[in-house]
């Protein structure tokens, strides 16, 4: 299954420590995105990037959060000093390409964030 | 970010019934829309898209657009049992390819 890859599928943390969660895009996709979703709420956008540059990150929180797509490997999203109200679903997506109409996204299983 | 917006729900319908779910969008200038269905603790999956005013069906899923309203519709015949799930209606912006989404529509359908 050449679907979109996150792990962990849990991952349980203590307040103030880091969270690292993983994506490989669909294969032949180049563009991944981050959404985070909290219980009983929509997904919210994050950041869309393609390799190794940020497209856009406006929906990425000022502090603690960070995100990159190297050339070789996953993408990441990289939340340091994790508080309770991290604690949250996040899903990565991907696309093949950029460009208007047309385009559709394909999410992964997610991550469950829990911050203890 | 742009508003997407939908009923909450829930919204019940008996089995084989038509489902009807109501999205309306506030970016004159996006450009596809979509429809996403989610289970309980399971990621989003992509059912439908429409990208030109009117129609469009599948199977038993037909997604309705009108750009002049800013509405997109889906409605959903001879509903089983298996289609309850939250439905997320999506809308990609005329620039970029960032999906906003609207918070989502809980159907229930009863045996």
């Known amino acids: 299954n050449a679907g979109v890859m996150q792990n962990p599928r849990h991952l349980v943390r203590r307040r103030g420590q880091e969270a690292r969660l993983r994506c490989s895009p669909m294969?032949?996709?180049?563009?991944v995105y981050w959404y985070r979703q909290l219980p009983e709420e929509g997904l919210k956008f994050m950041v869309y990037?393609?390799?190794?540059?940020?497209?856009?990150e406006s929906g990425m929180p000022k502090e603690r959060f960070s995100a990159e797509f190297p050339k070789e490997g996953p993408s990441i999203l990289r939340i340091q000093q994790v508080v309770r109200g991290d604690s949250a679903a996040y899903f990565c997506?991907?696309?093949?390409?950029?460009?208007?109409?047309?385009?559709?996204?394909?999410f992964g299983s997610g991550t469950q964030l829990s911050v203890l | 970010q742009k508003e997407v917006e939908q009923n909450s729900g829930p919204l019940s319908v008996p089995e084989g019934a038509i489902a009807s779910l109501n999205c309306t969008y506030s970016?004159?200038?996006?450009?596809?829309f979509f429809w996403y269905r989610q289970y309980s603790g399971k990621s989003p999956e992509l059912i439908m898209f429409?990208?030109?005013?009117g129609d469009k069906e599948d199977g038993r899923f037909t997604a309705q657009l009108n750009k002049a309203s800013q509405y997109v519709s889906l409605l959903i015949r001879d509903s089983q049992p298996s289609d309850s799930a939250t439905y997320l209606c999506?809308?990609?912006?005329?620039?970029?390819?960032?999906?906003?989404f609207g918070g989502g529509t809980r159907l229930m359908v009863k045996p």
């Open positions: 997506a991907s696309s093949q390409r950029t460009g208007g109409a047309g385009e559709k996204l394909f």
């Open positions: 294969k032949g996709h180049s563009h």
């Open positions: 999506a809308v990609m912006q005329n620039a970029g390819n960032m999906l906003t």
């Open positions: 990037l393609q390799k190794e540059n940020i497209i856009d």
């Open positions: 429409i990208y030109s005013n």
């Open positions: 970016d004159r200038g996006s450009q596809s």
